[in-house]
């Protein structure tokens, strides 16, 4: 029996079309219709990888019935990262637009991406907007892929990311299926005790008011505090020039206006963000089912679309409790990216750094910064992130004195990128081309954020920016963002297959976080699975290297609890 088969839900009714394959990816027998997709993976577990168009056409058909796949071969998704190594991302990706290229077709337009609808617990049990493809289009289009893998430059590495990503999108499905663990109640009392009442009409809640009329005080006339042009203009009517209203650059100001100012942002972000409205919109029966969409950026960090899964404020977390007699393991990878950095540079220094599971920034500054923890951390993100000037380049100097190939790695990287080349992660997920022509510097930056310049997880844009410096802090940053998105991936499959005997379930994923709902019994046997998950990750993602990538977990019973 053959370890890989095609599957293909008819467009009509709960029947499907399966078929065997070779290794070459072509039919190794007859093409077989059966009347009921479920019943027909249920009676072949000795199936190993199912091969199918997209995971959200079959899968959660499998999941409602109760079917659990082990491994997936999503079409369309690999279509998307083949074009990307071959500097075509952006043309259509759907299996219909495979097979007319392969066809010397016209290619059709990918359909607009469905919005979410909020509150559903089957968003991913709606029919999607879809291009048709016969199945034996489709088939025809995973054999070509499986012949352009081989055409890759590391052909090995770019049958790991896809066969990982896909891996993803199974994970995806079962979290939303799953559902994050929400007390309606609980996050209700906290709006009431942040906002105060509310006002008929959809007005802003009394705190909010009161807050808009300290700042208008503090100015001597009516500001708008929720227009940062009118918050810029009043402040340079009062002799303070500002550029934004980001919270670092308030903090710099002494004004009256700046503490209620900082703390109506604060506020208002979670009315607008996760307020009444996106309770009732987005909550149903206990669980905040978002649907997650793996590879969502070009780095390959996942998004969501809709309900703001992964941007879940601190004091909002106060509403994730666990189910009674469960507990929440939440793991946060430690300093991931100067881990990987290490891994994809081979840098000895840095490697041995990296070597062990105590706090890395701790360990590099003993080598190279006199003890200065934060001069090291500042360095380090520095040249993973593009801040290399000021104080920055002095670090960055001591930083290429001991670890020249880490350094070198992602100098070559944005040398790339300055070019117009591309640049590839570890595994192969390649960075667009570059668009345009004399873009102003902060081209795709976004023009309002709270954090400072530099933060440990932060994605630079700029990526489409015909502006040379723009486009090398961007893919100074890929290749190490996205190599560390690639390990995600792997330590997402590692864990899942891990859980697969227990009761546990996955139920939160954000670029180095994860939370699993289990019950209490199961903690420790889940800290311990999401500890091996990362350095096994480690290990097929980047070979056998000293580095390791350990995890910081906390078992509680609120997400909010866990930090």
Known sequence: MSERWALAAEAEGDGALLVPLGQDGLPAGEVRREPDLVAAVRARPEVARWVWRSTAEVYPRLLA?????????????????????????????????AWARLRNAPVPADPPQRA???????????????????????????????????RAEHPGRMLLLTAAESAGMLVAAEMHRAGLPWRADVHRELLHELLGER???????????????????????????????????????????????????????DHPAVKPLIEYKKLYRIWTAHGWSWLADWVRDGRFRPEYLPGGTVSGRWTTNGGGALQIPKVIRRAVVADEGWRLVVADADQM??????????????????????????????????????????????AIYGQTSGDGLKNLAALRRRFPRAVAYVDDAAKAGEEGRLVRTWLGRTSPKAVGAGDDDEA???????????????FVPGYASGNARARGRFTRNFVVQGSAADWAL?????????????????????????????????????????????????????????????????TVERYADAK
């Open 65 to 97: 019935a109760g079917v659990r796949v082990e491994r997936c071969y999503d079409v369309e998704d690999a279509e998307q990262l083949l074009l990307g190594h071959e500097g075509r991302l952006g043309e259509p990706r759907s299996a219909a637009a």
């Open 116 to 150: 979410a609808e909020p509150g559903s617990q089957d968003s991913l049990f709606e029919p999607r907007p879809v291009v048709s493809v016969p199945f034996e289009g489709v088939l025809a289009v995973y054999a070509e892929q499986l012949r352009r893998h081989e």
């Open 199 to 253: 006002y008929a009409g959809g007005g802003e809640p009394r705190r909010l008011a009161e807050l808009a009329d300290e700042v208008s005080a503090a100015f001597g006339r009516r500001v708008r505090p929720d227009l940062p042009a009118d918050v810029v203009k009043a402040f340079q009517q009062a002799g303070i020039r500002l550029k934004s209203t980001r919270r670092w650059e308030l903090e710099e100001i």
């Open 337 to 382: 990216e100067p881990r990987v950095l290490a891994a994809i540079s081979r840098d000895p220094g840095l490697m041995e750094v990296a070597g062990h599971p105590d706090d890395l920034y701790t360990r590099l500054s003993d080598r190279a910064f006199s003890g200065d923890r934060d001069h090291a951390k500042i360095a380090l993100l520095g």
């Open 444 to 458: 795709g930056l976004p023009q309002e954020s709270d954090e400072p310049a530099v933060t440990e997880g932060e």
């Open 490 to 554: 792997l330590m997402l499959a590692s864990l899942r297959r891990a859980l697969g005997g227990m009761r546990a379930e996955l139920v939160f994923f954000q670029h180095d976080e994860v939370i699993v709902h289990c019950p209490a019994e199961e903690a420790e046997a889940v800290t311990a699975a999401i500890r091996a998950a990362g350095d096994e990750a480690g290990r097929i993602a980047f070979g056998e290297t000293p580095v390791r990538f350990p995890f910081t977990t906390a």
